[in-house]
Antibody
């Protein structure tokens, strides 16, 4: 059974960089059939896609966050990571990592999700 | 980029049928698959419909999905409502012009 687990600091100071890692177990991150994504959800609000990465390192980002986001992959550790710079209180959210299947002309649903981790931006 | 617009909240009685809409702002709703997620409080989202109208194994057939090109929208229909269906529901699609994921704003379903 595939499992994804987010890890990282739960508290980040304003203007600093938020860093999270997603560890994938029960399957290979190097599969050619999937992208790996980050999604966040501010308290009481909806889901917001942050970005996706392919095992080869190809990345796609939400244009509203693109200038501050970096997603990377480490296939040797079966992990992918998120860095979000210059954070403010508006970046306080539950951050999820998830797997998204791809087909010839697009992407399907996010079929496996981590449990999510709350990151609070506060001094 | 296009947007997906959902009603903020809906409510219906147990045993009844509820239809949640998801309207695409530009481009054809049929040009990329629509997915639907259910999210209960404190839990991660789970897929209830993928590829417009496909149900993952384990999802009851009370859940169904469709798209309507005339209204440029997708719909999630939940029949025979149960109190356990009370949750937030999100539609999601893919923008093939720039390889972006788009989520709807979410709909809170109350079953009372």
């Amino acid at each position: 059974q595939l499992q994804l687990q987010e890890s990282g600091p739960g508290l980040v100071k304003p203007s600093e960089t938020l860093s999270l890692t997603c560890t994938v177990s029960g399957g290979s991150i190097s599969s050619s059939s999937y992208y790996w994504g980050w999604i966040r959800q501010p308290p009481g609000k909806g889901l917001e896609w942050i970005g996706n990465i392919y095992y080869s390192g190809s990345t796609y980002y939400n244009p509203s966050l693109k200038s501050r986001v970096t997603v990377s992959v480490d296939t040797s550790k079966n992990q992918f990571s998120l860095k979000l710079s210059s954070v403010t209180a508006a970046d306080t959210a539950v951050y999820y990592c998830a797997r998204q299947a791809k087909y010839s002309s697009g992407w399907y649903d996010f079929d496996y999700w981590g449990q999510g981790t709350l990151v609070t931006v506060s001094s | 980029n296009f947007m997906l617009t959902q009603p903020h909240s809906v409510s219906e009685s147990p045993g009844k049928t509820e239809i949640i809409s998801c309207t695409r702002s530009s481009g054809s709703i049929a040009s990329n698959y629509v997915q639907w997620y259910q999210q209960r409080p404190g839990s991660s989202p789970t897929t209830v419909i993928y590829e417009d109208n496909q149900r993952p194994s384990g999802v009851p057939d009370r859940f169904s999905g469709s798209i309507d090109s005339s209204s440029n929208s997708a719909s999630l229909t939940i029949s025979g409502l149960k109190t356990e269906d009370e949750a937030d529901y999100y539609c999601q699609s893919y923008d093939s012009s720039n390889h972006h994921v788009v989520f709807g704003g979410g709909t809170k379903l109350t079953v009372l």
